[in-house]
């Protein structure tokens, strides 16, 4: 799990095996890859309404349940308006987030 380390303090996002979509500033994570997120945000992109961006705040997630973590550009990210991002949700992939 070392190549996380190059993501601390970075703003990342990541997608959990239930199609979960998160946005987040790593401030830290395990040999199990379970992630503890500040500022964190969920977007729920929707087909045909408008998308929701729900603030959340300080956020653990489970490591069973991370399927992808990654950079977020955050120039490009502050030029979407993610409320108006249309698109289907993500299909669950194997356990649910309850």
Request: charged share 30%; hydrophobic share 35%.
């Amino acid at each position: 799990m070392s190549s996380l380390n190059a993501f601390l303090e970075k703003k990342v996002a990541v997608i959990t095996t239930d199609g979960k979509y998160f946005i987040g500033t790593l401030q830290g994570y395990d040999n199990l890859t379970n992630l503890i997120l500040s500022e964190t945000t969920e977007r729920i992109i929707l087909q045909d309404e408008d998308s929701i961006v729900e603030e959340l705040g300080l956020y653990v997630i489970r490591g069973d349940l991370v399927s992808c973590v990654g950079l977020i550009d955050e120039e490009i990210d502050k030029q979407i308006d993610w409320t108006k991002v249309k698109g289907e949700q993500l299909q669950k992939t194997k356990k649910s987030i309850q």
